[in-house]
């Protein structure tokens, strides 16, 4: 959380300040992680938003991680006004726990996931100004939707700004230059299977909204694919119809 603030802040001159959260604002219950809510600005334009943080599992919640828009930014009708945008982080990050003293230790790819979804509520809401509100949020090229969370989550990857959120919760002690480059190193392991992944599903894609031949199925179209490009399959599996 300390590594987003003083991004955004030596990014954009943008300060977070924590708000207390109201009864009637928490969908979460009583017993659970509460929620955090933050006031985005900046010190010329003012007040930017709302973000929620609604970081951790509990029962029944959406299992996956995204950006929600609960109130699009627009500019008001015969007004001169902004409607701000109000936004949450949806995530399942690992929880608290009482014998590392209530502190959540997050893993390298928690963290990656956690900037990748702050990348999507800055560029597209947050920071977001536009006239109309059916303009306001994801609504924009599908594939430049991405850009923003990717240019975020590469913060993770840097050595720099590793050096400054990688600390041991109770020490304080840096992480080191060693466990620094390891990590970075792993990045690339496995580089070109992952290339070879992707193609597979931009060329899934292409297939199945594309002149098709036949009726075949959209499994056995992947598992060819993946033969194709010489990428592993697990038969019996249909990984593609939950991928979004």
């Not at 603030?5 to 979460?28: H, P, S, Y």
């Not at 598992?223 to 939950?242: I, M, N």
Request: glycine fraction near 6%.
């Amino acid at each position: 959380l300390d590594g987003m603030k003083i991004l955004v802040r030596d990014l954009f001159g943008i300060q977070m300040a924590e708000q207390d959260l109201t009864a009637q604002e928490r969908w979460d219950g009583p017993d659970c992680q509460p929620i955090r809510k933050f006031q985005l600005s900046h010190e010329e334009e003012g007040p930017l938003g709302v973000l929620y943080l609604d970081w951790h599992p509990r029962e029944s919640k959406y299992a996956h991680a995204a950006h929600f828009t609960v109130k699009c930014g627009c500019q008001l009708r015969n007004s001169n006004d902004y409607q701000l945008p109000i936004v949450a982080l949806v995530c399942n990050l690992s929880p608290a726990y009482a014998n590392v003293g209530s502190t959540c230790l997050l893993s390298h790819s928690e963290v990656e996931t956690l900037f990748h979804q702050f990348g999507h509520a800055l560029h597209h809401s947050l920071l977001s100004r536009t006239v109309f509100q059916h303009l306001s949020g994801t609504r924009a090229a599908m594939d430049f939707i991405e850009t923003p969370s990717h240019l975020f989550e590469s913060y993770v990857w840097d050595p720099t700004f590793l050096n400054f959120i990688g600390k041991h919760y109770s020490t304080g002690e840096h992480i080191s230059e060693g466990a620094v480059s390891s990590l970075i190193f792993s990045r690339n392991a496995f580089r070109a299977l992952e290339v070879q992944t992707q193609i597979v599903y931009s060329r899934f894609d292409q297939e199945i909204f594309g002149p098709q031949a036949g009726h075949t199925s959209t499994t056995d179209i992947f598992a060819r694919l993946h033969k194709d490009h010489a990428v592993p399959y697990a038969p019996g599996t249909h990984w593609h119809s939950r991928f979004g």
